[in-house]
């Protein structure tokens, strides 16, 4: 397929049959694959609508400088698009992430300010906040609550997986930003009467939560859970079991993440085996496993894993 | 009819410090008035105004109790239910 530019290829990703992860014929896996975005993940639809709807509202100009909280892909993919489109960015990211996320960010030009490790993305996002009150010219584009997030996700992962599965009747993806499933569930929901829309959400070790009390809580301003059917919290255990288990039964290689959401589509299915139903369950592999090699939990035992990634940022 | 429940760091001191702690109730409601008695102080962290806080999150066996009608969410022998802060991810 031919393209006008890099930045043009966002999107049309594959969706791809699991035939022998499916419990049955009639409970089918489909995994759509948004490691084959121009920086290897789902978040590139996100981060190219944010920029291009900040540039149509006159929000960022050229020679602008971008500031994101990000965890990584998010940052990934902002400072790859800054880098071709010529603004200058600068991501706060926590420190416990792997060091491959760092060393893209530093690769495409980013300028990295780390964030303490208790609280996570939280102290990230309050980090960021900080510097944008002492930068007012700096554009936060904030994927926390950036309407054009969800909006990517309903004009392109939505109207893709219909295309592709016009029987679907589960949708599960991560729940971030919850930009994917807003976006995604929202057109679903509108298409498809009945559909299921099921976050799986990354549980982290203690640090992750180290909050100084409850009111630093955070939820996302995009989030709404009247698009979610349910949502599960996923270790990093299971995470880990399912990525191995999706590499080898099916060949592929997903990050961490990818692992959590496998788990919940595992345990729809399951249910769905057990109601009699027939079902076809799309799920979102965000990206490839290439930047998490150095966690190490590729191989080797699952306590190992379990314990290499406590306290680590893993989704 | 024991259910283990797991509380987070920024709760222990409601517990000794414990990790987790056993609790009985037929609903989530009563299995947080039954926190209560044991571990004072615990309930005014979770509910507010009869309804679960903003930035708390439940689960019941690892599902968000929100989705399984909040308080009066169901439990049964050997269920587990996790506590914990609401961050960020993404």
């Not at chain 1, 706060?92 to 490790?117: F, K």
């Not at chain 1, 589960?170 to 807003?182: I, K, P, Q």
């Not at chain 1, 859970?225 to 399912?242: E, H």
């Amino acid at each position: 397929m031919r393209y006008e530019s890099f930045l043009d290829s966002v999107g049309g990703t594959p969706l791809v049959g699991l035939p022998r992860l499916s419990p049955s014929p009639d409970v089918r896996l489909w995994a759509k694959l948004e490691d084959r975005n121009p920086t290897g993940s789902v978040k590139d639809r996100a981060a190219l609508a944010m920029i291009r709807a900040a540039e149509a509202a006159g929000r960022l100009r050229p020679g602008a400088t971008i500031l994101e909280p990000t965890s990584g892909n998010t940052g990934i993919s902002l400072a790859m698009a800054a880098r071709v489109l010529g603004y200058r960015i600068v991501c706060v990211m926590p420190e416990n992430t792997s060091t491959e996320r760092r060393e893209l960010l530093a690769m495409y030009g980013a300028e990295v300010v780390l964030s303490p490790a208790a609280g996570g993305s939280n102290e990230a996002v309050r980090v960021a906040q900080q510097m944008s009150q002492h930068n007012p010219d700096w554009v936060m584009l904030y994927q926390y609550g950036n309407p054009a997030n969800a909006q990517a996700h309903y004009d392109t992962t939505g109207p893709e997986i219909l295309a592709d599965l016009p029987t679907v009747t589960h949708f599960v993806a991560g729940l971030g930003t919850t930009g994917t499933l807003m976006g995604a569930g929202r057109f679903l929901r509108e298409k498809v009467p009945g559909i299921e829309i099921v976050a799986a959400e990354p549980r982290y070790g203690e640090l992750v939560y180290g909050l100084r009390n409850l009111d630093e809580g955070f939820v996302p301003e995009l989030y709404d859970p009247d698009v979610l059917t349910t949502r599960f919290s996923v270790g990093p255990r299971d995470a880990v079991a399912r990525v191995r288990e999706l590499l080898d039964t099916e060949g592929i290689f997903a990050g961490i993440s990818t692992g959590a959401i496998l788990h919940a589509a595992l345990g729809v299915a399951r249910r769905a085996v057990r109601a009699g139903a027939t079902a076809d369950i799309a799920f979102i592999v965000c990206d490839g496993g290439w930047k998490y090699l150095s966690t190490g939990v590729y191989s080797g035992d699952l306590d190992d894993a379990e314990d290499a990634l406590d306290g680590q940022l893993w989704a | 009819m024991a259910i283990e429940v797991r509380i987070p760091t920024i709760l222990r001191s409601y517990t000794d410090g414990a990790k987790t702690v056993q609790a009985k109730g037929d609903t989530l409601a009563d299995l947080i008035d039954n926190l209560e008695a044991e571990h004072t102080g615990l309930k005014d962290r979770l509910v507010e105004n009869g309804k679960l806080r903003r930035f708390v999150n439940l689960y019941v066996n690892d599902e968000d109790v929100r989705f399984l009608g909040g308080l009066d969410a169901e439990l049964g022998d050997g269920d587990s239910v996790t506590v914990l802060p609401a961050v960020a991810g993404g």
